[in-house]
């Protein structure tokens, strides 16, 4: 569990009242840090569907070339696969055979970016869980005349369904796409969801105090840790947004688990491997 | 909120004393299944040799296991989604009398009523207890159908112990917690659709068709 999700269970059990959900937020609390101090314990089986996000600053040179970052992604994940770190999730979507290694077509799934001002790679690792990805992913392309109130709408009947019976394992991260084409629109709802640290706001002031409206309103409808009740019922809400086609208004909706997992290596120019919980991701 | 640890097999009587928001603690005799399981033994009547009668709490399987030289071990173990399995929640029940079923998120209107006719709940965990709950099993006692079906949709019997806590979340008299929560949040909801302006919202319907009232 990274620091800033840690930070903000530790905030939201303070204000907690409902007494079940208190019981499950300190035994979460107790069971990450206390009983998992080399934090080599799986405390969600569900090792996800593998995902890598690398931002490579312009001078970086990598050995054997940069394309063998697609390389290197499947042996590693096959390798965590075969030495028991990673469940064995993936498999072929109509004959539903299991490939026993994780890998496959498109998987793992690696999405680089490149920034001239960093002279070092960091390989962002996110584990996308199976609970929170298939109950908490919606896209709605809606007509430039839907607006504001067309997106609330939206956003607030995703949250309604996709947080009922604890399906996307509440308090989520909520991740939301405006604009872009089809496919941007889903990614940057997801990279919203998975990548930006707890309280982080949008830089357009606009959107941050959507974000932060939104989650003092998610966080009042009582739907607490794994949707059992309670006023713990978010850890985030980020919106990212695109440039998009006069003619429509794509939409996109992705949650992320309140274990919110997610690792940096930081590889200096020195060639040193330093390790830390979120990237700046900054991509717009 | 009672906290309770029962001993395995559970008791019609005990079951029936539950309810909606106790914390349950088990101990005995556990089996795991996913979808093939409860399609096999409802709709071909197969089932692994199990004494069904004396050991009555299922366990929606997602864990991962681990052989350690000629043992099994539970590595991680959480409960995973039952309403997917709702189609065949009422006829598992009836057929191979099952007291609890150990899950996540919730299952529907005909699981719940075989629960109140036969008496019988469902628990879901609420914190994330997946090492935790790989701890309290003592053993892990017998595997069917590992070859064939994988190690996630095998039964696996496991010996627990101080196994939980689950919550309950739906109880054999007709009540589910989720819908508790689920009435205030549509409440809270209203309220801001109001406050929003979108009460009555329809999104814009780009249909052409003359036909569909558009």
Redesign the interface.
């Known amino acids: 569990m990274p620091a800033d999700v840690k930070a903000k269970l530790s905030e939201l059990i303070t204000k907690e009242d409902n007494e079940v959900a208190r019981l499950n937020l300190e035994l979460t609390m107790k069971n990450c840090f206390d009983f998992n101090e080399k934090g080599d314990q799986l405390l969600c089986p569900d090792t996800g569907a593998p995902q890598y996000y690398v931002k490579i600053g312009d001078n970086v040179r990598i050995e054997g070339g940069i394309s063998t970052l697609y390389e290197e992604s499947k042996r590693s994940i096959k390798d965590a696969t075969m030495n028991g770190k990673l469940r064995p999730n993936m498999v072929d979507p109509i004959t539903r055979k299991n490939t026993g290694t994780n890998l496959g077509y498109y998987s793992p799934q690696v999405e680089v970016i490149f920034d001239p001002n960093i002279d070092y790679m960091d390989v962002v690792a996110v584990p996308i869980s199976g609970g929170s990805e298939t109950s908490g992913t919606f896209f709605r392309m809606m007509s430039p005349v839907d607006g504001k109130k067309g997106i609330m709408r939206f956003i607030l009947d995703c949250i309604k369904s996709s947080t009922y019976a604890g399906k996307t394992c509440p308090p989520n991260v909520i991740g939301i796409g405006i604009g872009g084409t089809a496919d941007t629109c889903m990614k940057i709802a997801k990279q919203a969801a998975v990548l930006r640290p707890i309280g982080n706001r949008h830089p357009d002031k606009h959107i941050a105090e959507m974000e932060q409206e939104l989650v003092d309103l998610v966080s009042s409808f009582g739907i607490g840790p794994m949707g059992m009740g309670g006023s713990s019922g978010v850890l985030d809400v980020h919106i990212e947004y695109a440039a998009t086609h006069v003619a429509g208004l794509p939409v996109a909706y992705n949650a992320q688990c309140w274990l919110s997992r997610r690792k940096v290596a930081r590889i200096g120019s020195d060639g040193e491997i330093t390790y830390r919980d979120f990237s700046e991701w900054e991509y717009r | ?1 009672i906290t309770k640890r029962l001993t395995i097999p559970l008791s019609e009587k005990e079951v029936r004393q539950l309810s909606i ?1 106790d ?1 349950v603690y088990l101990d005995g005799l556990i089996y795991t299944c996913r979808s093939l399981f409860q399609i096999r033994a409802v709709e071909q009547s197969i089932v692994p040799p199990i004494d069904f009668k004396n050991m009555n709490v299922m366990f929606h399987m ?3 296991m ?1 052989k350690v030289e000629n043992r099994w071990e539970a ?4 409960s995973t ?1 039952s ?1 997917r399995f709702e189609k065949l929640g009422a006829p598992i029940i009836k057929k191979l009398g099952v007291r609890a079923i150990i899950g ?3 299952m529907g209107g005909k699981t719940m009523q075989a629960m109140k006719e036969a008496g019988c709940v469902h628990l ?9 709950l ?1 701890r309290n099993v003592e053993r892990v006692v017998d595997v069917y159908d590992l070859e064939e079906l ?1 190690p996630l949709e095998a039964t696996w019997v496991l010996k627990v112990k101080n196994f939980g ?1 689950f ?1 309950v ?1 739906i109880d054999a008299n007709g009540n589910n ?2 819908n ?3 009435a ?3 409440r ?2 209203e309220a ?2 109001e406050k ?3 009460k009555d ?1 329809t ?2 319907c ?1 249909d052409t068709d003359i036909d569909s009232g558009c």
């Open positions: 909120m928001e914390v997602g864990g991962v681990k590595v991680s173990l959480i989604s309403i996540k998120s919730t879901s965990w609420g914190a994330l207890i997946g090492n935790i790989a994988g806590p919550i979340d917690l989720f508790h929560v689920n205030q949040v549509s809270e909801l801001a659709y929003y302006g979108i919202y999104y814009t780009t």
